[in-house]
């Protein structure tokens, strides 16, 4: 059987500067196979999936597709054999239609006065053959991609795809920008692509999907296989506890809340103009509120709203301490004692080129400020502190922020904000594209600043989290509370609160 | 099969090795170093009147406007900003002492309402660019074409004298054998290294021009930042069409303007990243005295002056390529 497996790599090592990042890997895929590749961040996917498509060069291992041995030297290499990669980001030509989008990699072409044209016509029937083996020979090959919802966007690019001979997809978090109805239709797109025997290495770092989608979950921990399971016949805690290693555990906090305080912050009537409309709650200190919310369900906009962080015009009463607070910068909401981390990391949370002591110290440099001069020492402290206190994991307090993994600058994020006078924490989908061992550290870390007497505010669209976290939740859809949970709502509760509003 | 992948392996691993060399913070600094002593060097091999110290306190001389202006532009682009104005502002500052003490206005008076009027633009450049959002490039070109245009109707073109007693000695004397012009210069690095890597403004502008976003979202206050970066690179324009006036005895409206290209080849030569959020001042001084080398190393060798055009594109083209090399280098 592994002799005609569609993919199969063995052996496989690779390091850098002397670190080894994946040692003797191994991955195979059948024809038609979904395998689900897990691990934390820093585990060798992403490596992985760059010696696979020709990114890096193996030191050693063998690559073979449907039996062939081969050597990938560069991107092109690996596209000519089929592999092709779907990376987070969404690539599309927003001003090019959709069939040229389609059929990009090998437009047809025409003779025609005397030289050869793009043949349109060919074109768009093609592109709408491509169309209707996903099933969407309805979308219309004329328009603009622009003019595409994200999701729409996502099948042009699995079209292209398929245009270009492709028999192993790689699949890099492909829901991050979608919806729960749109995932839906990602997953009935793959199992199409499976009947037609496309394979599929599916990333991901939503377990639900992983078992909703995946024949088989391979799971790398320290750059070695650490796992390989058939989805139909195992479960979530022993892939979690593969993935994790012998210190696997809960992921949410077991211990009890703290007995709540004071009104931290409370909230009547707000309103964002044309996003958000009469929401009322209250957040006290010792606590953890969960705010649910699908994207464009207003979950994007109340928390910064809350912050200072926008410009359209609010209204109702909010107060912070019991005193009228109307922030209109993130100057004021900093300054009242609220810390704020934003849901795209990368774009609009990390300072890439600062060092963790520098981007740590950033918001209140102030204070580590002596006279005309910043004091180094006093960054370093703090610094060491925090790196100690959160486990991040980092060669030091001067490596720069961009080298570190996707948890480990959450974690420098969240550390920005614990100094003293900050007492409500404001967190966008806070482990959004963390892996599951920082997660989890993150979210012991909350229920400990909690005990404290922090107040905190989760706004997530990733229904496990905030039914996983919250000792109390809200429900946001179309911009309003729809529904309050108590602690230990389940997720489907969450979930199910959404739906009954969207058919309603 | 095992010799095709150690083939394959060999061959970019030298290329890695550099990328990975170029990703170190101080690669830029330390090869512009390093191609500064050759260029020394190789000068001083070719010709006999290059190496001694008059002659290089010649280059200092030449090229301590340029610097100046250089100076300032790099923590501008670095906090994601560019100004494009800042020769011409040199240009207008040399025509307005001039016309001003023209009508009796004490020379030092003079100076202030000129560098008062280039606060005043680096003001609207500063608040076209953030408040308005405009790009920085059509909007201090468009400065610039204002500002120059403004010089040539205030002067018909035509350039002024300006020999004025009390005046003349910041372009002409030395201090300890040193050019006056030089001082200020090196002065002015110092102060903008110490602003910048040892204060609360300076780890401001690093965050701005990192990610104004994220800056934005911690409560930086990223556009005051970048319109007080506009500012200083007026005034430096300002005080350097000073020095260059009293340096010349004579104001010209367009007497700085065929440098603009030097001063920001120089910024982008010394390793300040286009994108911002990356580079250092003692980068652009290098530049400033490679380019100056350049220049007066040609001279001394009877090369003409046009070639000097060609050279400085083909360096300005170089540090282009390199600072994408580098960008490259540090997103695998």
Not at chain 1, 182 to 199: D, N, T
Request: aromatic letters at 6%; hydrophobic letters at 50%; proline letters at 4%.
């Amino acid at each position: 059987m592994s002799s005609t497996a569609r993919l199969s790599m063995r052996g496989i090592d690779k390091s850098f500067g002397g670190v080894p990042v994946l040692s003797n890997v191994e991955l195979t895929l059948e024809a038609g196979e979904v395998v689900a590749l897990l691990g934390s961040n820093g585990a060798g996917k992403s490596t992985l999936v760059k010696i696979l498509t020709g990114l890096y060069s193996r030191d050693a291992g063998t690559v073979e597709v449907d039996g062939q041995a081969v050597v990938f030297g560069k991107p092109a290499d690996a596209i000519a054999a089929g592999v092709k990669l779907l990376p987070q980001e969404i690539s599309v030509m927003p001003d090019l239609s959709v069939g040229e989008n389609i059929l990009l990699g090998d437009l047809p072409m025409k003779p025609g006065f005397g030289f050869k044209q793009v043949d349109y016509k060919t074109i768009h029937i093609r592109a709408t053959e491509l169309l209707a083996q996903l099933g969407f020979e309805a979308l219309d090959t004329h328009q603009d991609v622009k003019r595409l919802s994200v999701a729409e966007q996502r099948i042009v690019e699995i079209a292209r795809a398929i245009a270009g001979q492709a028999r192993i997809l790689i699949m890099d978090e492909p829901t991050a920008a979608l919806t729960e109805q749109e995932a839906e239709l990602l997953f009935a797109i793959i199992r199409r692509l499976k009947e037609q025997r496309v394979s599929v290495v599916y990333i991901s770092h939503y377990m639900s999907e992983v078992f909703e989608i995946s024949d088989r979950i391979v799971v790398l921990r320290d750059g070695r296989n650490a796992g390989d399971f058939v989805t139909a016949t195992t479960n979530k805690a022993e892939v979690l506890a593969a993935m994790l290693g012998a210190t696997a555990g809960d992921l949410y906090p077991t211990e009890p809340p703290p007995p709540p305080g004071t009104d931290v912050l409370k909230v009547e009537g707000f309103g964002v103009r044309g996003k958000i409309a009469d929401v009322s709650f209250a957040v006290r200190s010792g606590e953890i509120l969960g705010i649910f919310g699908l994207v464009g369900s207003g979950v994007e906009v109340l928390g910064r709203a809350l912050y200072g962080a926008v410009h359209s015009e609010r209204s109702g009463q909010v107060t912070l301490d019991g005193r009228p607070y109307r922030p209109s910068t993130p100057q004021h909401g900093k300054e009242a004692g609220i810390g704020f981390v934003a849901a795209e990391r990368k774009k609009e949370g990390i300072i890439a080129d600062l060092t963790v002591r520098e981007n740590i110290a950033l918001p209140f440099q102030s204070r580590f400020t002596r006279g005309l001069f910043v004091s180094t020492e006093a960054e370093t402290g703090h610094a060491q502190n925090w790196i100690r206190d959160l486990g991040i994991r980092t060669r030091g307090p001067e490596q720069k922020l961009r080298t570190l993994s996707g948890g480990n600058q959450q974690k420098v994020c969240l550390a920005r904000w614990l100094v003293e006078g900050v007492k409500l924490l404001i967190l966008e989908e806070p482990t959004r594209g963390v892996d599951i061992g920082a997660r989890r550290e993150i979210y012991g870390k909350l229920r400990e600043l909690t005990a404290k007497g922090y107040a905190v505010i989760i706004l997530s669209s990733d229904v496990e989290e905030v039914a996983g976290i919250s000792d109390r939740s809200l429900v946001l859809d179309r911009g309003r509370v729809v529904e309050q949970f108590p602690r230990g709502v389940t997720p489907a509760a969450l979930m199910a609160a959404t739906a009954e509003t969207q058919t309603a | 099969m095992a010799t095709t992948t150690e083939t394959a392996a060999a061959a970019p691993s030298l290329k890695r090795r550099f990328m990975e060399l170029l990703a170190k913070p101080w690669s830029g600094v330390a090869m512009l170093l390093v191609f500064y002593l050759i260029l020394i060097a190789v000068f001083s091999i070719l010709s006999p009147f290059f190496f001694n110290t008059r002659n290089m306190l010649q280059i200092g001389l030449n090229v301590a406007y340029i610097g100046l202006m250089a100076a300032a532009g790099t923590p501008l682009i670095i906090a994601g900003g560019l100004d494009l104005s800042v020769a011409a502002i040199a240009g207008l500052t040399g025509v307005m002492i001039s016309l001003l003490v023209g009508l009796g206005v004490p020379v030092w008076v003079a100076v202030g309402l000129a560098l008062a009027l280039a606060a005043a633009i680096g003001v609207a450049n500063g608040l076209f660019t953030t408040r308005l959002k405009l790009n920085p490039l059509i909007t201090t070109l468009g400065m610039m074409s204002i500002v120059s245009g403004i010089a040539l109707v205030l002067t018909g073109g035509l350039t002024r004298p300006l020999m004025i007693p009390g005046f003349n000695w910041i372009g002409n004397e030395r201090l300890f054998s040193i050019p006056i012009p030089l001082i200020i210069m090196v002065v002015t690095f110092f102060a903008l290294w110490l602003v910048m890597t040892k204060t609360k403004f300076g780890r401001f502008i690093y965050a701005a021009g990192g990610n104004a976003e994220a800056s934005r979202l911690i409560g930086i206050p990223v556009e005051r930042t970048v319109i007080v970066l506009y500012v200083i690179s007026a005034l430096a324009g300002a005080v350097a069409g000073t020095i260059l006036g009293a340096m010349l005895g004579a104001a010209g409206p367009n007497a700085a303007g065929s440098q603009l290209l030097t001063v920001i080849a120089a910024i982008i030569l010394g390793g300040t990243s286009l994108n911002g959020g990356r580079g250092s001042v003692w980068g652009t001084l290098l530049a400033v005295l490679i380019l100056g080398t350049l220049n007066n190393g040609l001279t001394l060798l009877n090369v003409s002056s046009f070639w000097q055009d060609v050279t400085r594109g083909v360096v300005l083209m170089l540090a282009v390529s390199l600072d994408q090399l580098r960008n490259r280098a540090l997103g695998e």
